[in-house]
């Protein structure tokens, strides 16, 4: 359940990790992001027409996001490699409703050239933590298509289990869970 009456707390601007620093997605990220959208692989992972360019998947996605914002329903953060002082990908906590029950999600995507480097770990751990330690929900879940194997290892590493499968967005998906006090246990050990 979700507990937060002021979701304008849910973004995680100004907040960092060892290497990333999130912030607010600007305009002027689009064109980075562009490069997200043209990876064919992953975009079938996500609930957009095989019909839609990759400028036509990158503008809706912007749209959501700031309609996201706008409306206080939580929402992606630019993750920024402090190194490189680049923008590498998106992650935040995200208001959905799966199945007619509200769920705080944590959603991750990274540009192509830095999966594998234990970003979104590290990006998806800070908005667990954050969550939980702002006590905006008792649970917090990620949802992912069946065939995106490498998001699923994320959000095992990020503690969580897999809770059921179900259909979002007209789209099968697994969605995992993490309980708060399976959180605070793991702090604990």
């Not at 079938?44 to 749209?63: G, M, N, T, V, Y």
Request: aromatic content about 14%.
């Amino acid at each position: 359940m979700i507990k937060i009456t002021d979701r304008t707390k849910l973004w995680l601007f100004g907040e960092e990790t060892d290497r990333l620093l999130f912030r607010k997605l600007e305009k002027n990220d689009f064109d980075t992001w562009l490069r997200f959208c043209e990876d064919r692989e992953i975009m079938r992972f996500f609930a957009f027409s095989e019909a839609d360019s990759p400028l036509e998947i990158c503008q809706k996605w912007f749209e959501k996001v700031f309609w996201r914002y706008e409306h206080q329903m939580g929402g992606m953060n630019a993750l920024i490699d402090k190194n490189s002082n680049t923008f590498i990908g998106q992650c935040g906590l995200l208001v959905q409703t799966v199945d007619n029950r509200e769920e705080l999600e944590i959603g991750y995507s990274l540009t192509p050239e830095v999966r594998g480097f234990g970003y979104a770990v590290e990006a998806a751990k800070k908005c667990r933590d954050f969550a939980f330690q702002n006590d905006f929900s008792d649970s917090l879940i990620s949802i992912i298509h069946p065939d995106n194997i490498a998001s699923q290892q994320v959000a095992l590493k990020n503690g969580m289990q897999l809770w059921k499968q179900t259909d979002f967005n007209g789209m099968p998906v697994h969605v995992y869970r993490i309980l708060k006090e399976e959180w605070l246990h793991s702090c604990e050990s």
